[in-house]
């Protein structure tokens, strides 16, 4: 197997083409790592979320420094994966938000059910409030994966 160094450009078009990663979190020494949904702005170098309010939501608001992987995995000798180390902020329902949700509602609507799962029941739990955030991308770094020819 050959292992490479991807490019900060190699990393970015992973980000164009995929909307799935885990989002990394951490409160008081303690690590939170979960699946979500995602829509990557080139122009404005972030990843736009949707989430319900919860424990990812909690622990952000605490520590807002956070890091997503995202994965493309073809089998075991085929893969490649991102890692982006960012900070999140929530965009407000406000006018001085405006054109940032406006933005981010426009990218949403490239993915088929943006809004899962999100805004899916939990069991017998409905949540109504939900966030739309950020997470300014402060550096890129990834790796990819091929057989070896040899």
């Avoid at 990393?11 to 990663?21: A, F, S």
């Avoid at 493309?72 to 085929?78: E, L, S, V």
């Avoid at 893969?79 to 509602?105: C, K, M, N």
Wanted: glycine share 6%; charged share 25%; hydrophobic share 35%.
């Amino acid at each position: 197997m050959l292992i490479r160094e991807l490019s900060t450009d190699d990393c970015r078009e992973l980000l164009k083409r995929t909307t799935l990663g885990h989002l990394g979190c951490a409160r008081a020494g303690q690590p939170y790592v979960v699946p979500i949904q995602f829509s990557f702005d080139a122009d404005r170098n972030c990843l736009y979320g949707f989430s319900a309010v919860g424990q990812k939501i909690g622990w952000m608001r605490e520590n807002p420094h956070v890091c997503v992987e995202v994965p493309d995995i073809t089998d075991k000798n085929r893969w490649t994966t991102v890692l982006v180390f960012g900070r999140y902020e929530e965009i407000q329902d406000s006018p001085e938000h405006a054109a940032a949700r406006a933005r981010v509602w426009s990218l949403f609507q490239e993915r088929r059910e943006w809004w899962l799962p999100a805004a899916a029941r939990l069991g017998s739990h409905e949540s109504s409030a939900v966030v739309i955030y950020q997470i300014h991308i402060d550096r890129l770094t990834g790796r990819t994966a091929s057989r070896d020819r040899s």
